[in-house]
């Protein structure tokens, strides 16, 4: 029967006979063999664009190589390293202290015998002085705790000393400066002020009649200064009487020992002892000469402020064992400021002519500020600011047992 599809929409009342014969004669196998094809020639594609050869199953590419010998990283230089190698009695050579901390070590001209100069960059070593007190260089006296030689030699000298360092900025046997400030510990906050203001180079004189002294005594030695006891001494002028157990010409060895002992009871952490006025007494050679015998057993330095011309302290320290430093230039005796800035520039042309000079200074405010910048622009000057204990004139050490 002949189709109407203008009233019968799209074949949907065909007979169900004339549907199925449609159905059979669509090619159904040369279909299958043509989607066959396809499929195998995009897996192909796939394999050769991606070179993937596992069908699109996860994997992962490891590269396997064969482990490489461990390297030795030297561990980085401490503070505590620095300072434990120099202040070590039974000192390495430079080579051994460089190899272990990683800082390379000069001798320069002018030096103690036996000092050692670390020559570092100032940003790479956060310096920290050894801990006080140290109990091998202290023992129980009278009036509290006294200096000692340790048992096994050590020194306060050593042992509580700041390590001089040389920037390596400056060329080797550059001129070297020290500067002692004295008066510390009479006024916390003058004292603070000038730990603040000046570079941890310069070493801080405490006068022994301070509050709290051990305190503000740390809190210098924390900020990197090594410091002095200043002992009160008998003046030419009456009226320039320190205080209370000054040593006098007048009393007995034994009666200034006592207070000698009573002065160095009263902190710890000191590398030695300086005058305190005492023009009169470091001329005196019966009276003086058993404070410095007394000093040097016990492992101290002496450090003479030469604000006297008359002193005996370099003979005298040398005779006695005791090591020994003094000053060449007194900053501030003229406390004009055109005064002071006249005298550190002879400092800085004594430094130049003899390769080291030692400076001393009250320790004034308007001192300390007048001192501070010019210790600032000192390497920019070509010379180096170091400490007091690496300029001192060592002698040998007497036995522990040789302490009086």
Request: proline letters at 8%; glycine letters at 12%; a neutral charge.
């Amino acid at each position: 029967m002949p189709v109407d599809d203008l009233n019968r929409p799209l074949g949907l009342d065909l007979d169900l006979d004339d549907r199925n014969e449609s159905v059979r004669e669509i090619p159904w196998g040369k279909i299958g063999l043509a989607g066959i094809g396809l499929l195998g020639a995009a897996l192909g594609g796939f394999v050769w664009f991606t070179n993937n050869g596992m069908g699109g199953e996860p994997f992962a590419v490891a590269r396997i190589e064969r482990p490489a010998a461990p390297v030795a990283v030297p561990p980085l230089a401490t503070a505590n390293d620095v300072t434990g190698a120099i202040n070590n009695p039974n000192r390495s050579t430079g080579a051994e202290i460089e190899a272990q901390s990683g800082v390379r070590i000069t001798r320069q001209g002018g030096a103690t015998p036996g000092a050692l100069i670390l020559q570092v960059a100032p940003e790479e070593v956060g310096l920290q002085l050894n801990p006080a007190p140290d109990r091998r260089l202290v023992e129980r006296g009278r009036y509290g705790n006294l200096p000692r030689i340790g048992p096994d030699g050590s020194r306060a000298l050593e042992v509580y000393a700041r390590p001089a360092m040389t920037s390596s900025k400056l060329k080797p046997g550059s001129p070297r400066i020290a500067l002692v400030i004295g008066g510390m510990g009479l006024n916390r906050t003058a004292t603070v002020a000038a730990s603040e203001r000046l570079p941890g180079e310069v070493t801080l004189g405490f006068a022994p009649y301070g509050i709290d002294l051990e305190k503000q005594v740390a809190l210098v030695r924390e900020a990197g200064h090594e410091v002095i006891l200043q002992l009160p001494m008998e003046s030419f002028l009456t009226s320039e009487t320190p205080g209370p157990h000054t040593m006098l010409t007048t009393a007995t060895p034994d009666e200034n020992l006592d207070h000698l002992r009573w002065l160095m009871s009263r902190f710890t952490g000191y590398i030695g002892v300086a005058n305190f006025l005492g023009a009169k007494f470091t001329a005196d050679e019966r009276a003086f000469a058993p404070i410095l015998r007394e000093t040097g057993a016990r492992g101290l330095a002496f450090f003479d402020d030469g604000t006297s011309t008359r002193t005996l302290a370099p003979t005298l320290s040398f005779n006695q064992g005791a090591p020994f430093s003094g000053a060449d230039v007194a900053i501030d005796a003229d406390p004009r400021p055109e005064a002071i800035d006249a005298a550190l520039l002879k400092l800085e042309t004594l430094a130049r002519q003899k390769g080291l000079a030692i400076g001393f200074g009250s320790g004034l405010p308007a001192a300390v500020d007048r001192i501070a910048r010019f210790a600032k622009t000192l390497e920019g000057r070509g010379i180096s600011l170091t400490p007091l204990s690496a300029t001192i004139r060592n002698q040998p050490a007497p036995t522990a047992g040789n302490q009086r």
